[in-house]
């Protein structure tokens, strides 16, 4: 059993089929690159696991903790960062982590302490203590990687972390997301950029139409298609998917 682990899961908007029955596992410890198109069941997979969008159908765990029927239990182990989130603008990093720290249950002492340690692994020290507002978006995504990792999580949830960010920004954020991993802990992104995927990804998942399509390491996937890289892979695969 995987960390994350997805049988036929299933997604229903109207007459819209979002999640078509979608299989998929992520072991402990991979950076797992969840790829595809806008709309091909992403940032819905995702929202399934944290509890903010409820399953047609199908079943879904967490270390092995069912996250349909027992989400509040199984969500104490997962760390999410949305696609797009609203932050006050007004206060600090440092006060909004703070109050998400204790949020999740946690003392003063250890938050201040965990946002010393999360701050410098992800290069935010200096902004700690500016407004919000006058930070760029490259440091908002920052605070973003900081709030789903403040309680210290075995499962990190990125969707899209990667986008509208300068290519420093980018680098920055990848290389974070690969530290973690090799830390022990389980990282699952959805992107559509497969470069970055080919930087960092253990595992590759192509998702479109709300199923999976194909699923391999980079390399693997470059060799069965004959590709030169995971661009033309998903262009060959999407065209039979």
Do not use: W
């Not at 029927?69 to 949305?82: D, F, M, Q």
């Not at 999580?153 to 899209?160: G, Q, V």
């Not at 980079?218 to 060799?223: A, Q």
Request: glycine share 12%.
């Amino acid at each position: 059993m995987g960390a994350i682990d997805i049988r036929g899961l299933k997604k229903d908007y109207k007459d819209v089929q979002a999640l078509r029955g979608l299989d998929l596992s992520v072991e402990a410890g991979q950076v797992y690159g969840f790829c595809g198109p806008n709309g091909a069941g992403k940032s819905t997979t995702l929202k399934i696991l944290v509890g903010l969008v409820f399953a047609t159908g199908g079943e879904a765990s967490l270390k092995g903790i069912d996250a349909i029927n027992n989400g509040v239990e199984a969500r104490k182990h997962i760390g999410y960062l949305p696609e797009s989130y609203g932050m006050p603008n007004s206060d600090t990093p440092r006060k909004f982590l703070t109050y998400m720290g204790i949020l999740s249950g946690m003392s003063k002492d250890v938050v201040s302490k965990r946002i010393e340690e999360i701050a410098k692994e992800i290069n935010l020290t200096d902004n700690l203590d500016r407004k919000i507002k006058t930070l760029s978006k490259g440091n908002k995504q920052r605070i973003g990687i900081a709030q789903a990792l403040i309680h210290d999580p075995d499962i990190l949830l990125f969707d899209e972390p990667t986008t509208g960010l300068d290519p420093l920004g980018r680098n920055e954020v990848l290389d974070a997301m690969k530290a973690f991993a090799n830390r022990g802990k389980t990282v699952l992104f959805s992107t559509h950029i497969l470069s970055d995927v080919e930087k960092i990804c253990d595992t590759v998942g192509i998702i479109h139409n709300g199923l999976l399509i194909e699923q391999g390491s980079p390399e693997e996937l470059r060799k069965k298609h004959g590709a030169k890289d995971l661009d033309e892979v998903f262009l060959k695969v999407a065209k039979h998917g």
